[in-house]
């Protein structure tokens, strides 16, 4: 029985008109899913009663079952949410100040398998569709963490969204819909290890979120050894993309940098960081190594030594800040996501929770 969950317009019209009913149906029937978050077709009351029946009858509404939460002091909040096609991914909610940012998964493990990341070591199982990457803000919203402001959506969960274009596009205009939760596009941002094809395409969308790129080296000999992507794409192509991305869409963008201790962190590395991002019309996010011990062989810098590479960018004219991790004490932070029985050797460490 098809999903009617994550349906875009088109295909809910294209449902409606097969039926004969008038496909203004569609509107009413996204804003009881996304907007009213009600899923029961029978309570849809501004719909004929024989369409209601028929919806019920003809689908299912499903948008995965939330499994486990797990809250961290700083108020971060990780779900586990079981999917509809099998498989487990986590969400994390990250509260800043007067700021709220739900960090989505858009696949169930991931393909890239970067070097730093656990999720990495998962390897892909497979892409998520948009109900179940529209389904992980449903459940947080359902149980009131995000309270009434505007909230932000980031792809920075499990998985490498630009591998799964189709379906997070799809969620990003879900997600941008005036008849759905109506976020702003800018509100939304996408994360990616850098498919430059893809973020070239995504520069030409109707409906475009802001875009995030990880750098996280200064050259190919070691961006190659840590992110495997960088053989197909390497630093050079990648930059291309990015000033693709600026000529196309006038948007300036985002670089993340994980900081690993004795490996990208030195003199040099903060040179050629300064050199390449001159003049970019983009800012960088310098994101301290979150450890995952037993794990992953990386340690961050020290702290003061993390403050002097922002102030050293920030002498040379690059637009820096350094992102704190939250939740890693849930073992939510970036990087640490992966659900622990799916790896090998799983139970080898203890959650904190
Ligand atoms: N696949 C996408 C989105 C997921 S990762 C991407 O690569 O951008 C989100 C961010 O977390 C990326 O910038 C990634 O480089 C960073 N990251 C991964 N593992 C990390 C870790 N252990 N500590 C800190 N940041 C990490």
């Not at 998520?128 to 969960?157: C, K, T, Y």
Request: aromatic share 6%; net charge neutral; glycine share 8%.
């Amino acid at each position: 029985m098809a999903n009617l969950y994550g349906l875009d317009r088109e295909s809910l019209a294209q449902y409606l008109a097969d039926l004969g009913a008038p496909t203004y149906h569609a509107d009413q029937i996204r804003r009881w899913l996304y907007a009213r978050r009600e899923f029961d077709p029978q309570a849809w009351t501004d719909l004929p009663k024989s369409l209601r029946a028929r919806l019920a009858s003809d689908h299912r509404v499903d948008r995965g079952r939330i499994a486990d939460t797990a809250t961290a002091t700083d108020g971060t909040v990780k779900y586990a949410i079981d999917m509809v096609l099998g498989g487990r991914v986590e969400c994390v909610l990250m509260r800043q100040r007067d700021r709220v940012t739900l960090c989505v998964s858009s696949q169930v493990g991931c393909a890239l398998a970067c070097d730093f990341c656990l999720t990495g070591r998962m390897g892909l199982v497979r892409h998520l569709e948009v109900g179940e990457i529209v389904g992980q803000i449903s459940w947080a919203q359902d149980r009131g963490d995000l309270g009434e402001r505007p909230f932000n959506v980031v792809f920075m969960g499990m998985g490498e969204p630009l591998h799964n274009y189709d379906a997070v596009l799809a969620a990003v205009r879900l997600l941008t819909d005036p008849n759905g939760p109506g976020l702003s596009r800018r509100r939304i941002t996408v994360s990616t290890a850098g498919l430059a094809p893809a973020i070239e395409r995504m520069a030409r969308e109707p409906v475009r979120p802001h875009l995030a790129v990880s750098l996280n080296a200064t050259t190919d000999e070691l961006r190659s050894r840590l992110m495997p992507i960088n053989r197909r794409y390497p630093i050079e192509r990648l930059l291309e993309a990015c000033s693709v991305w600026w000529r196309e869409t006038g948007e300036r963008h985002t670089f993340e940098y994980v900081l690993l201790g004795g490996l990208n962190d030195s003199a040099a590395d903060v040179d050629r960081l300064s050199t390449m991002l001159r003049g970019r019309p983009a800012k960088l996010n310098l994101i301290p190594f979150n450890p995952v011990p037993g794990w992953l062989p990386y340690q961050a810098p020290d702290r003061s030594r993390v403050i002097a590479i922002r102030d050293t960018l920030l002498d040379r004219g690059v637009a820096v800040s350094i992102r704190w991790s939250r939740g890693a004490e849930a073992r939510a932070a970036c990087g640490q996501l992966a659900v622990l029985s799916e790896l090998s050797g799983a139970g080898t460490i203890e959650e904190s929770q």
